[in-house]
């Protein structure tokens, strides 16, 4: 197989004098969907982060289709990475529609027509066809998040970064988002999941990440993990999830 | 009253309470419009000198101060506004130089009289060519719109600088994780933003500098004070020339608040819930529609 498409070598990532990522090795395929679990504080966030350079890391390496991050151009690696936050994040002076076509114009130099096009196609797939025109604060939570998704992927990324985009979301309103999601996977996008919703995790995951205080301390198949998970961690956890 | 009167949180005493207020509000509020309404009247019915008021004479010389005064705002509220943008970039600029540079300048223009710096500006400025001539023979406009200008950018630049923050950092990065450069971002996110944020006291500063061309008298621009003094002092009558300079001065300040309410609204795209963006939409609840436009 030829390289994995995001490889984490030795990331050692430090706040100040906490050490939050510690000796982090980990291999995503192309197609593959990783959701990262674990108790709040154990770096999952910040394992997301380091991929786009949002967070620098202090030692180790983080590739990205074989070239390392720290020496690519950082906005060129970010437009190769779509990222979705768990407060969506949307430019509240642009339209649905606006908010998917700017990045592609701006930095691509797209013509807008065409920018436009492929945003309603984008806006169309997360099932917002009919909202393109809408603002931002017209949107409902789950509206918006997936807009922030069709925004993700108007730069066409080769993976997608989730950081708990469920979160912020009113209960009945996850599901829609959750299914977009889940279309993505379907299509075959590789994806990076950090989440509270274990169901979710269990349905879409190929395989689990586990952290706990910065260290990765299990990577499972989804399904194997949560029958029989191999570490007394990774029991641990889903013991005090049931 | 007893229907009134919750026991438990006592209602019908805080709303006794309110309605007393409200009304004490109303009787101050009256009795001082007709204090002030009522001296209005005697000093037009008494003071002002109708004949003077209308002649050609004092209008044509009012006439040209205002077109002055127009022409002297205008400019320097572009240039303010302009120059004071850079200057709210420089305040937050990443760079330690620029964002002290910037500093500085605020400091300076915004802690030091504006007569002094046009004193600066008209009287020392000139003074600097020891030797030969300074090249520019009327000085005083010129100096006027270059004292505005500097002053008032630092006070834009605060504006602008409140508006950047007041942007959630969540914009910034959202944009940069899309790929956008600083820049790009700043230009396309959190400028338009920014600049939204900051319309209001941006608009209130403007409106300080159109009533601070009346320093200018001091450095002999012919503007609308200008005229009024020379007016009192051959007629010793102040009233009649004091009605036009009130005039005249609303007239440049309620069209400068009407600008930029209308600016308000046209940047309005519909996520401002405070108090004041709803009074600026005319709604007066949570019925704002922001998709609809």
Redesign the interface.
């Given at each position: 197989m030829a390289d994995p498409l995001v490889e984490f070598d030795g990331v050692e990532k430090y706040f100040g004098d906490v050490h939050v990522l510690k000796d982090v090795d980990l291999a995503i395929e192309e197609r593959d969907v990783v959701v990262v679990i674990g108790p709040s504080g154990s770096g999952k966030s910040t394992l997301l982060r380091c991929v786009?350079r949002?967070e620098e890391i202090r030692d180790g390496d983080i590739r990205l289709d074989g070239r390392s991050v720290l020496e690519t151009d950082v906005?060129?690696?970010?437009?190769q990475?779509g990222?979705v936050?768990q407060?969506f994040?949307?430019?509240?002076?642009?339209s649905a529609l606006g908010n998917v076509s700017?990045?592609p114009q701006?930095?691509r130099g797209i013509p807008e027509a065409v920018a436009d096009d492929r945003a309603r196609e984008l806006l169309e797939r997360v099932g917002l066809g009919d909202?393109t025109?809408?603002?931002?604060?017209?949107?409902s939570g789950g509206q918006q998040q997936r807009v922030?998704i069709a925004?993700?992927l108007a730069?066409d990324p080769k993976v997608m970064l989730f950081d708990e985009v469920t979160s912020a979301l009113d209960p009945e309103l996850v599901g829609e988002v959750l299914d977009v999601i889940e279309d993505l996977a379907a299509d075959g996008m590789t994806m990076v999941l950090v989440t509270h919703e274990m169901g979710f995790a269990r349905e879409v995951g190929d395989r689990i990440v586990l952290m706990a205080d910065g260290r990765i301390v299990e990577v499972s198949e989804t399904e194997a993990f949560f029958e029989r998970p191999e570490t007394e961690r990774g029991r641990q956890f889903l013991s005090r999830l049931l | 009253m007893a229907t009134q009167t919750d026991p438990e949180s006592g209602t019908g005493g805080v709303m006794m309470r309110d309605r007393l207020v409200k009304r004490i509000g109303e009787i101050a509020a009256g009795g001082f419009l007709l204090a002030i309404g009522g001296l209005l009247v005697w000093i037009l019915s008494t003071q002002v000198n109708y004949t003077l008021l209308t002649s050609t004479l004092i209008a044509r010389r009012f006439a040209e101060a205002f077109l002055l005064v127009l022409r002297i705002v205008v400019i320097s509220s572009l240039l303010s506004v302009s120059f004071g943008v850079l200057v709210g970039l420089g305040r937050i600029s990443t760079s330690n130089v620029t964002g002290r540079i910037a500093k500085g300048y605020v400091e300076f223009f915004r802690g030091t009289p504006l007569l002094f710096q046009l004193f600066v500006i008209y009287f020392g400025i000139p003074r600097l060519w020891a030797t030969g001539q300074f090249p520019i023979q009327d000085w005083a406009v010129p100096a006027a719109v270059i004292g505005l200008t500097l002053n008032h950018a630092a006070y834009v630049g605060e504006a602008i600088r409140g508006g950047i923050s007041a942007v959630?950092d969540?914009?910034m990065?959202?944009?940069?994780?899309?790929?956008?450069?600083r820049v790009?971002a700043l230009r396309?996110?959190v400028l338009?933003?920014a600049w939204?944020n900051a319309l209001a006291a941006i608009g209130n500063d403007q409106i300080i500098l159109v009533k601070d061309t009346s320093l200018l008298t001091v450095i002999a621009v012919p503007e609308i004070m200008s005229v009024f003094r020379n007016i009192n002092s051959n007629q010793l009558d102040p009233w009649t020339p004091l009605v036009w300079v009130c005039l005249l001065y609303l007239a440049i300040t309620m069209s400068m608040s009407q600008l930029v309410n209308g600016l308000e609204r046209r940047?309005d795209?519909?996520?401002d819930n405070s108090m004041l963006g709803r009074l600026s939409r005319g709604t007066s609840g949570g019925d704002?529609?922001?998709?609809?436009?």
């Open positions: 786009n949002l906005n060129e690696i970010r437009q990475v990222m936050f407060s994040n949307l430019f509240p002076h642009k700017l990045a701006k930095i909202q025109d809408s603002y931002p604060d017209a949107l922030a925004r993700a730069m | 959630p969540g914009q990065e959202a944009a940069r994780s899309l790929g956008m450069s790009m396309e996110v338009p933003q939204r940047s795209w519909g996520s704002t529609e922001g998709g609809d436009r």
